[in-house]
Each structure stands twice: as structure tokens, then as C-alpha cells.
């Protein structure tokens, strides 16, 4: 028997006032940020069951939101760690060495791109342009950027992290 897919009251109230901002029959513009709510209460992933349920809210086919949420990196296709650094890999950040630190995390976590450590804790996501190329290089930890990293700052951020010591929202 499979578990019945559903928002919280509250988070349903708030998807119902998003989709409120926009003019009857334009109910898909609300897609983005209910996409970010699914995400956010269903595990930190969007499963198909999750994309089908917010097709339905939203009165449009699942493939409107397939397309959408497969399209930008923001969204997680598979269950991911408590945190995912999101590595930027684009020209000034390459040239100002990140992958010299997407290698270091991915011999410090053990893991390759795309996958989690076995105590689910981490993700690593290289990323296309994060948009601070004066800063690079840099990881996105949920909705705050790490700028400038060395080694040292991506171990600091790390051990910050297992302590419990680093913001993601």
C-alpha cells in the first residue's frame, strides 16, 4: 500500500496563496515555488509520486512538471544528503581552482559527483554557474554561497557542518 501524497494544512494554504498571485487559468506560473515547497516537505527530493500530486494541484499534466523540475539544477531528482554543496564549475571559478576542490571533497567525503555518503549526510552537486564569478571559487550550501574557498575553508565548512554549526535556510 503506498502512502498518500499530501502538503501539510499549512504548506496547502500557502500553495493555495501562491497560486492566488496569478490570473485564473495561469496556474502554472505558480510552479517554480510550489516545486520549491514539495521539495522542501517531501524529503528534500522530488519524487514522481511528489510531481504528479503538484500537477494536480496545479491543474496541469505530470510532463509540464517533469520537464521543469528535471530542467533546473535546484531541484533533486533522488534523495540527497542533509547538505548539498553545490560546487561551481564554470570558467572563473575552473581557472581559480574549484576543481582542485570538488576533488578534495570528493576524496575527504568518499563520494563521486552526484552521490551522498553512506551516513547521508552529504551531498556533492557540481553546479553550472552559481553567478559569483568575483568570488570564485564557490559552493552553494542551501541558500548561502562560500566564497573564496581554499581547502581549509571547504574543511572548516565541512566540520562546521557535522557539528551542526552551518544555516542552509
Same mark, same amino acid.
Request: net charge negative.
Given at each position: 500500500m503506498s502512502e498518500t501524497i499530501a502538503f501539510?494544512?499549512?504548506?496547502?494554504?500557502?500553495?493555495?496563496?501562491?497560486?492566488?498571485?496569478?490570473?485564473?487559468?495561469?496556474?502554472?506560473?505558480?510552479?517554480?515555488?510550489?516545486?520549491?515547497?514539495?521539495?522542501? $516537505?517531501?524529503?528534500?527530493?522530488?519524487?514522481?509520486?511528489?510531481?504528479?500530486?503538484?500537477? $494536480?494541484?496545479?491543474?496541469?499534466?505530470?510532463?509540464?512538471v517533469y520537464e521543469v523540475a528535471t530542467f533546473y539544477t535546484m531541484?533533486?531528482?533522488?534523495?540527497?544528503?542533509k547538505y548539498v554543496l553545490e560546487v561551481c564549475r564554470t570558467g572563473p571559478c575552473m581557472v581559480c581552482g574549484s576543481e582542485k576542490i570538488l576533488d578534495h571533497i570528493r576524496t575527504?567525503?568518499?563520494?563521486?559527483?552526484?552521490?551522498?555518503?553512506?551516513?547521508?549526510?552529504?551531498?556533492?552537486k557540481p553546479a553550472e554557474c552559481l553567478g559569483a564569478c568575483g568570488y570564485a571559487p564557490m559552493l552553494q550550501l542551501g541558500k548561502f554561497f562560500h566564497e573564496n574557498l581554499t581547502i581549509e575553508k571547504v574543511d572548516e565548512i565541512l566540520d562546521l557542518c557535522r557539528q551542526g554549526q552551518v544555516a542552509i535556510d
Open positions: 501539510k494544512p499549512e504548506s496547502l494554504a500557502q500553495v493555495h496563496k501562491i497560486i492566488a498571485r496569478y490570473p485564473e487559468g495561469r496556474q502554472k506560473s505558480a510552479l517554480l515555488p510550489v516545486l520549491h515547497l514539495a521539495q522542501k $516537505e517531501f524529503g528534500g527530493w522530488l519524487d514522481v509520486p511528489v510531481m504528479d500530486y503538484v500537477a $494536480e494541484l496545479l491543474s496541469i499534466k505530470p510532463i509540464e531541484f533533486n531528482m533522488k534523495p540527497v544528503g575527504k567525503l568518499n563520494i563521486k559527483d552526484g552521490e551522498t555518503t553512506e551516513d547521508g549526510m552529504f551531498t556533492l
